[in-house]
Structures are given as C-alpha cells and as structure tokens.
C-alpha cells in the first residue's frame, strides 16, 4: 500500500484579481492534510472517502477505460486526477493496472462542513501523488502542479488554480495563473508528455520566507461558502463594470507586488498595510459586483483583529469561511482570540505548513 497527503490552503491576498494571468496572489500551505492511499487488486477497485462512507464508489478495467455507474459519482475531482496520471502513464509505455483508494481529509470539521481550505484542490493533488507513486512515474513538482491543475480545472472550470500550487509546494508561495485558453487548446491538440513539457504561459511560482516575527491567524465563521459559485458571480460584473474591474485588477496587482517587496525586505508593517489594503479594494469589488464577499461576520473577525493590532482580511472568494489575520509582537493573541469566541468566531490552531526533504 501507499500512502501519501496533500494539505490544504489559504489566500492571504490577491484573491479574485488572480483569475487573470499577470496578477499574484500570496497564498499558504497550511498542516492539514488530505490523505489517499492506494492498493493494487483484481478486477474490481473500489473509491472509499472516510467523508462519503455511504457511498463507496465501484468500478471495473475494461481496456484503458474506468467504467463506473455515474448516478455513484461523488468523486469528480478524483476521477479526473486518475484519467490525466493514466493518460501520462500509457503514453510512457505503462500498463494500466487495478487499485482500491481510499480518502481521508482533515479540512472539514466533525459534522462534514468544510472550513474553505481547499479540499478540492487538496483531494486532487494527493490522488495524483498516489497515482504518480503507483505507476513510478518519474515526475517533479511542477509536473505534479501541472497534471492536478489540468485534472481541477477540467471539473471546477473557472478557478486560477493557487490552491493546487499551495497544496503541491507548501510554505508561502507568490502565484500568477497561467493562460486557460492556451490550455484548452493544448489539451485539444497536444498529449500530456507535451503539455506536462511545456512551459505554460503565464504561470509563475515563487517560493517565499518571511520574517519570523510574521504570524498568521485564521478565523472561521463557521458559514461554508462556494467559491465556484461566487467567482461565476464575479465574472459577470467583470463584464457588466469593465471599467471599474480593470481598476480593482490594476490595484490589486499594485498591492501584493508590493507586498511581495515587504516580505523579501522583511518589513512587517508594509506587509500588514498590504493587507488592509488589499481587504479594502476586495470590500470594493463586493460593492460593484453586488456580491457579499466580505460578510457581517467576516467584518467583526476583522474589526475585532484591527482593534488588537492584527491586519486582518477574508480570505479566499468570501462569503463565509475564514478570516485571515497576520500579526507580530505587537499583537497580543490571546486577547484576540477570547474576543472571537465571544462572537462566535472559532479560532482554527493551524500552521504554515513547509515541504521539507522529509515530508515531501
Ligand atoms: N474527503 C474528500 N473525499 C473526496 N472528495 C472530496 C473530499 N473533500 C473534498 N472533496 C471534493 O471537493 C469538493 C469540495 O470542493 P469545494 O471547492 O466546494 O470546496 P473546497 O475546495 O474545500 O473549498 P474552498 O474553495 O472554499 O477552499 C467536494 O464536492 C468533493 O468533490
Ligand atoms: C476567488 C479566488 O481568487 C480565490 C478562492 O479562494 P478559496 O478557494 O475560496 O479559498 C478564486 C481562485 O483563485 O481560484
């Protein structure tokens, strides 16, 4: 058997304005993890998530197919990340064989709702890291980026893929999406070894440190979100407000370059105002787009933040979820965090979580 995990994600800013290549978004690996393990047996594999145990998932080999009954079919992102490693693998000359999966996820709390930490994205990075490891494809991380970033937007379709880039490299990363049309024709035209070959246009990945003093809070609303859904909601005032969403794109890219700056100077103040900054152009687009991205709740989380001396913003699409809060010695935590509880705010007692040689 084999096992690996993938952990799961935050924004930290540049979240919608990361949709269009040439604008970065900060975003963090956080220690939770999805993990999947994977055992070769014969004729019929099963799929089994610890988080959908009613529906065990069954199919057969008939070829190179996976054929399964699709009314059974909770398992979108795990499919998709199965067909695009086994397509890589029979065009390098494997041969396809049969396997039980079986999933089990920390990003969601004991009653099944998801805290937004990217379960999705994590889900299909760890199934590609299995499937990489059964097949003993001879792979690295940006190959692995690149087969789960095809497999997640083949089912999500319109996200910029930072949660992948999180969940395959760890720590913090500065990440600019690549161009989808680009993709989509390749995908059309090209085979996978190509594609996984190629450099992709657009994309870019930077691995960042940044200064020790720096700490990262997380709220959580307890309110899950969808952020498919909300970006749908997004990408029609892109075209109704064209104006105004080309000055939100154009700030946005302003501030988290210059938070980038701050983090590799290592000054914490311009990295906080880049926060506060970066929430209020946010708040903006919400006005314009009529899309409550900041919600009442995720305004006290901030308000309250603010008010200890942490820089506080929702993070990811919004709507509910989490707040993030990036606070220093300055900050007293403790303070803050009794004032979440007594609005109902949970503090969620994660941290960033690096890729060593030891927990690739
Ligand atoms: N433990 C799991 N087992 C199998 N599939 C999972 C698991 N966790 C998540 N998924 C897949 O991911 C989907 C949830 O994705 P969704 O984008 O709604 O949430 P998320 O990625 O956690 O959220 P966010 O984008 O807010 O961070 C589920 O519908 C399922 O297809
Ligand atoms: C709104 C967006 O920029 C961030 C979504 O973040 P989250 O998955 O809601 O944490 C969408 C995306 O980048 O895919």
């Not at 935050?10 to 956080?30: D, R, S």
């Not at 709702?113 to 940006?142: C, D, H, M, W």
């Not at 690149?146 to 319109?158: D, E, R």
């Not at 990036?326 to 690096?354: C, G, K, M, Y």
Request: hydrophobic fraction near 40%; aromatic fraction near 8%; glycine fraction near 8%.
């Amino acid at each position: 058997m084999i096992t690996v995990k993938a952990p799961g994600k935050l924004y930290i800013a540049g979240e919608y304005a990361v949709l269009e290549p040439g604008h970065p978004a900060l975003v963090v690996a956080l220690d939770r993890f999805i993990t999947v393990s994977i055992t070769e047996t014969q004729d019929q594999g099963t799929i089994n998530s610890r988080q959908y145990l009613e529906t065990n998932f069954h199919w057969r080999r008939r070829g190179d197919q996976m054929i399964f009954d699709n009314r059974d079919n909770p398992y979108h992102y795990i499919l998709e990340a199965i067909r695009v490693v086994e397509a890589l693998a029979l065009e390098m000359g494997h041969t396809l064989r049969v396997f039980d999966l079986d999933i089990n996820s920390q990003l969601e709390d004991q009653g099944g709702r998801k805290y937004g930490l990217g379960s999705s994205a994590a889900v299909t990075v760890a199934t590609v890291k299995a499937l990489i490891e059964f097949y003993q494809l001879p792979l690295n991380r940006l190959d692995i980026f690149k087969l789960a970033a095809i497999a997640h937007f083949n089912v999500q379709g319109n996200g910029s893929l930072g949660d992948i880039a999180a969940s395959v490299f760890g720590g913090w990363i500065a990440f600019s999406t690549f161009d989808k049309d680009w993709l989509r024709t390749v995908l059309k035209n090209n085979t996978f070894s190509e594609i996984i070959a190629s450099d992709w246009p657009g994309l870019k990945i930077e691995l960042l440190r940044v200064p020790s003093e720096l700490e990262l809070l997380i709220g959580w609303t307890g309110s899950p979100a969808s952020t498919s859904h909300l970006v749908d909601r997004i990408t029609i005032a892109k075209f109704a407000q064209k104006q105004q969403y080309q000055n939100f794109l154009e700030s946005s890219r302003r501030c988290v370059e210059t938070m980038i700056k701050g983090i590799k100077a290592a000054e914490v103040n311009v990295i906080k105002d880049g926060i506060r900054l970066n929430r209020q152009l946010i708040k903006q687009l919400g006005v314009f787009s009529q899309v409550d991205i900041e919600t009442p709740e995720l305004a006290e989380l901030c308000q309250i933040a603010e008010d200890y001396g942490g820089a506080a913003k929702s993070s990811g699409a919004g709507g509910g979820d989490c707040g993030i809060v990036l606070t220093d010695h300055s900050v007293d935590q403790a303070r803050l965090i009794s004032a979440w509880n007594q609005h109902q705010i949970t503090t969620l007692p994660l941290t960033v979580f690096e890729l060593t040689g030891a927990n690739v």
